[in-house]
């Protein structure tokens, strides 16, 4: 009769850690997909000149001999371009994981001047 029990309750056991397997899958999933959802790079809407026949009006793209700046996107450590607006690069480098000194710089937008010094930082602090 002992040995009944025993194999119930390895039995349960395996289909609970089972369960709870599955479902830390689909939340990891889950949030992987939001995360992916809101970094997306949104594009500026283009305006349009009124006068004469309707053009497009030539987009201006940040250049990168403006700069870069380094801010935070849900935890984790994003370069912008000057504009402050254009995502140049989503990094893996979370925010917790930096010096507070750092943290602090991110947080109000490092800027960095340019792509050696950015890479730099970069290497410093990725893992």
């Known amino acids: ?17 089972t369960l709870l397997g599955f479902g830390y899958q689909f939340s990891y999933q889950r949030a992987l ?3 992916e959802n809101t970094a997306e790079v949104v594009q500026p809407p283009k305006s349009v000149i009124t006068q ?7 987009a201006e793209a940040p250049t990168p ?8 996107l849900h935890g984790y450590v ?9 995502i140049y690069e989503v990094t893996d480098i979370e ?9 602090g710089e991110i947080l ?3 800027y960095i001047q340019d792509v050696k010094e950015l890479y730099g930082f970069l290497e410093n602090y990725s893992s």
């Open 33 to 35: 997909k939001q995360q």
């Open 52 to 58: 004469g026949e309707a053009q497009e009006a030539p």
């Open 95 to 103: 925010l917790t994981t930096l010096p507070e000194e750092v943290q």
């Open 78 to 86: 994003v370069v912008y371009y000057a504009d402050k607006h254009t």
């Open 108 to 110: 109000e937008g490092k």
């Open 1 to 17: 009769m002992k040995g009944k029990h025993g194999i119930a309750f390895a039995a349960v056991l395996l289909v609970s850690a």
């Open 65 to 72: 001999g403006d700069g870069y700046y380094l801010a935070h």
